[in-house]
């Protein structure tokens, strides 16, 4: 027969219960119940005081912090298995009444609590992995806008339109086509520079075919504008390693 714990009984008498799951149960509870009541998991990293100060001053300085901590019972203990350097911050605050969220995982095993963090924390590398992968794409069209701004007579709505024109969903594939050729490792403004010197490269033959194998149209526009980065269409790759920096 399982029995209510200590844990479990202070927990349901003390806080506020506002949703459970199997044996996870979301508490709303005060400081002051679980401060001398829980411990560090013996499997977490060691705290960062400088982390732990910083988290401190960017909440005293109104800047927001997630005040969710996630805790397990475990060999009639509570212990804190992610957000212990949140729970550091707030011992600084120093406010027993200080309201936070917490997720405790009753009756744990060492694997479910290991489970929990592992899954945890690959939310939170894949949300970073999103939030980069977006600032990417934001600098990317950036750039796309600044050569539509530059070079307003170059700009098509057809997505496979005629050299030298370029469509900007096309050249954002392009640019996407580039940075993966780097395997990521290039930013979007070293690349910015080497178009720009591809564009000279690209003006003086020096790279690609030569002149006399484009039409006379092409090469005439690309000469009015001073602008030869699309005069095949697509930027090749290849072209920008022999360039960029």
């Known amino acids: 027969m399982y029995l209510i714990s200590t844990i479990q009984t202070r927990l349901y008498t003390e806080s506020q219960l506002l949703f459970n799951h199997g044996n996870h149960c979301i508490f709303k509870v005060a400081w002051e119940t679980i401060r001398d009541f829980y411990s560090k998991w013996e499997d977490s990293r060691e705290i960062d005081i400088l982390k732990v100060n910083e988290m401190y001053n960017n909440y005293t300085n109104h800047i927001y912090i997630p005040i969710y901590i996630s805790f397990a019972e475990y060999n009639n203990k509570l212990v804190c298995y ?14 027993d009444n200080f309201i936070l969220i917490i997720d405790v995982m009753f009756n744990a095993t060492q694997k479910e609590i290991a489970s929990a963090f592992s899954n945890i924390n690959k939310d939170i590398l894949l949300f970073k992995s999103i939030q980069n992968q977006q600032c990417v794409e934001n600098q990317m069209l950036n750039l796309i806008d600044w050569y539509a701004k530059l070079y307003p007579s170059f700009v098509s709505s057809t997505y496979n339109c005629r050299r030298p024109n370029f469509n900007k969903h096309r050249f954002l594939d392009n640019l996407h086509s580039i940075y993966k050729y780097f395997t990521k490792t290039k930013s979007i403004d070293q690349i910015k520079q080497a178009l720009l010197k591809l564009n000279i490269e690209y003006a003086n033959a020096r790279l690609g075919k030569t002149h006399e194998l484009y039409p006379i149209t092409v090469i005439s526009k690309c000469k009015m504008y001073n602008f030869w980065l699309f005069i095949d269409g697509n930027i090749n790759p290849i072209h920008v390693i022999r360039v960029i920096n």
């Open 82 to 95: 992610d957000g212990n350097h949140r729970c550091n911050m707030i011992d600084l605050i120093n406010q």
